[in-house]
């Protein structure tokens, strides 16, 4: 059974903090990775994509990526209250699908 | 503007009664998708479609069924069989049906039971 493992939050941080959001995968096959922000009561929207070990940087959104240690992550720069949200991990493996996370609360505080 | 629509955005279904999701996408994504979530969940993939005219079970299949006649269309039906369809159902989309493709979702579709 492919997981993909996410701590539930609620994570919360003062205005202008980074935040720091974290998910595992049980594949070694995994290939493609997404971060996904959820609003309440809405469809998750994509972030950021990212398919090679480093970082990708996207305004203030960087996505980290280790393969060897099974672990890609979000930072969220400059926070804002406009960014809390539920952020879904999605990974992608050696087929069609893609696996979610359950989602990490974020709550930023003006 | 490109994008997908998912109607009704709310459904009551009553017991006993199937009901229809649907779902168009204009974005010529070969590939469909449909999803569940439940609170503190995360989605659970129902069944896809990487062509007109094919489809696949998902993870959660049984109750459910789907058809592709169209490239821009990909209906869910929710049947009497699946006990507990109360919950936010997310159709999505992808260029081709690679999972390094990245999904695009509708704005869901909440269905309760009565």
């Known amino acids: 059974q492919k997981e993909v493992e996410q701590n539930s939050g609620p994570l919360s941080v003062p205005e202008g903090a980074i935040a720091s959001l974290n998910c595992t995968y049980s594949?070694?096959?995994?290939?493609?990775f997404f971060w996904y922000r959820q609003y309440s009561g809405k469809s998750p929207e994509l972030i950021m994509s990212i398919y090679s070990n480093g970082d990708k940087e996207d305004g203030r959104f960087t996505a980290q990526l280790n393969k060897a240690s099974q672990y890609v992550s979000l930072l969220i720069r400059d926070s804002q209250p406009s960014d809390s949200a539920t952020y879904l991990c999605?990974?992608?493996?050696?087929?069609?699908?893609?696996?979610f996370g359950k989602g990490t609360l974020l709550t930023v505080n003006p | 503007d490109g994008g997908i629509t998912q109607s009704p955005k709310y459904l009551f279904r009553k017991e006993g009664q199937n009901v229809t999701l649907s779902c168009e996408q204009n974005l010529n994504h070969d590939a469909m998708y449909w999803y569940r979530q439940d609170p503190g969940q995360g989605l659970r993939l129902i069944y896809y479609s990487q062509i007109v005219n094919d489809f696949q079970k998902g993870d959660i299949a049984e109750g459910y069924s789907v058809s592709r006649e169209k490239k821009e269309s990909f209906p869910l039906t929710v049947t009497s069989a699946q006990k507990n369809p109360t919950a936010f159902y997310l159709c999505?989309?992808?260029?081709?049906?690679?999972?390094?493709?990245?999904?695009?979702f509708g704005p869901g579709t909440r269905l309760t039971v009565l």
């Open positions: 999505a989309s992808s260029r081709k049906g690679s999972s390094t493709d990245t999904q695009y």
């Open positions: 594949d070694r096959g995994s290939q493609s």
């Open positions: 999605a990974v992608g493996g050696s087929n069609y699908k893609l696996t």
